[in-house]
């Protein structure tokens, strides 16, 4: 490591904790005030805002969508792109940790100025709202915002400091049964049992996961199941979710999801309707060039970083679409005990603790220095352009 790069990191580094409070309060805010996918309009107000204080230029509302934006600061390649998500959960709030993402992008952001400004280039914050369901990101690909970045990279709150993990491709699916309404004690003959339709699905899809790939998931929950115990639904509903680990056996497994359905249909005579979601989540392409790189940075600040465990996450993120058009990586920092699962309330209530801002500034710490290692040396660019595109 030459000299120079070594002492922009330590500077880099105090740079983040230059702003600590500042970046503590911002992801407070964002947490007192959670807001749902493509409603974010307070967090993306102070993000935006706080970034144009900082020196960004800032663009709002890009890719057509209201809440999202970009913010850069210099010109030119290499332009390295840092993610910020900030929708919550329903009921839940902040139960998955994004008001972290996005203060420690804003935070590692500011702290790269200075390495602009020393080797040139472009740092970028883009906010990307909705990850939760709606998949923002994909529109955001689709509308070409990655076209001309370089490098991706944000950072996750979790259990673990996990610098690659596997993440699963992910397709929704809603689901109508209609039948005939009926007294169900007087005349249960004459109805059509919409409701039977739906639990006879259910029951499929737990036999069907008996038969499929060990990292695939099928998981719904039923949205409508009838009106009054005494007569016959006439109408059930349900959203699931199938996921797996590429493209080709999620359309295979789709097939066999939808069987299950076709076949309550069939046995009670409901009659059917379904749409699958418009938006697949891709699986992520992680760029090991660059996750080596960052966990080198992480493990700097004195936290154990694992390269990967195929056990661990599963879930699925609209990051993996970046992922698929752009370098990428998406590791995790640890702010909660292991036996404490994201998406609940006590992950949310560790997204705002303590240990959630020592997250935050190791997250916002461990990308600036890696962005020091980007523009410092620059064949360090082609190594992770040349993975990325040796990889299909």
Not at 52 to 70: M, N, Q, Y
Request: proline share 4%; hydrophobic share 45%; charged share 20%.
């Amino acid at each position: 490591m030459s000299l120079q790069v070594k002492e922009l990191k330590t500077e880099v580094t105090r740079a983040v904790e230059s702003q600590k409070q500042l970046l503590i309060q911002l992801s407070q805010n964002i947490h007192d005030n959670p807001e749902l996918g493509f409603q974010e309009e307070k967090a993306a107000t102070w993000l935006a805002s706080y970034l144009k204080e900082k020196g960004f230029s800032v663009e709002r509302s890009i890719a057509g969508l209201a809440t999202a934006f970009k913010a850069t600061y210099g010109q030119g390649s290499p332009r390295i792109a840092l993610l910020a998500e900030y929708d919550a959960l329903p009921k839940i709030g902040h139960g998955c940790g994004h008001n972290i993402i996005a203060a420690s992008a804003v935070g590692a952001a500011v702290a790269s100025k200075l390495v602009i400004d020393d080797f040139g280039g472009s740092i970028i914050v883009l906010g990307t709202p909705a990850e939760e369901v709606f998949g923002g990101k994909i529109d955001m690909v689709e509308e070409g915002v990655f076209q001309e970045i370089d490098v991706a990279m944000m950072v996750h709150p979790d259990t673990r400091n996990i610098v690659t993990r596997e993440v699963l491709a992910c397709i929704s699916l809603d689901v109508e049964f209609w039948g005939k309404a009926a007294h169900a004690a007087a005349n249960p003959h004459q109805g059509i049992n919409a409701l039977e339709a739906l639990i006879l699905s259910f029951n499929s899809v737990n036999s069907l996961r008996q038969h499929i790939k060990e990292a695939a998931r099928i998981h719904g929950i039923i949205t409508n199941g009838g009106e009054a115990p005494n007569v016959v639904p006439e109408h059930s509903a349900a959203k699931f979710l199938i996921r797996a680990q590429d493209i080709t056996y999620l359309e295979e497994l789709k097939g066999k999801v939808l069987n299950c359905f076709l076949g309550a249909s069939l046995a009670t005579g409901a009659r059917l309707e379904y749409n699958w979601g418009n938006k697949v989540y891709a699986p992520m392409k992680n760029n090991l060039t660059l996750a080596k790189l960052f966990c080198q940075n992480l493990e700097s600040l004195g936290r154990h970083a694992e390269t990967f465990d195929p056990r661990f996450g599963l879930g699925s993120t609209d990051m993996g679409n970046v992922s698929q058009v752009v370098p990428s990586i998406h590791p995790s920092v640890a702010i909660a005990s292991p036996e404490i699962s994201l998406h609940t309330p006590e992950f949310a209530l560790a997204a705002a603790s303590e240990e959630g801002h020592r997250g935050l500034l190791d997250a916002a710490k461990a990308m600036a220095m890696t962005v020091v290692d980007i523009l410092g040396f620059r064949e360090t660019l082609d190594r992770i352009k040349q993975e990325f595109y040796s990889h299909g």
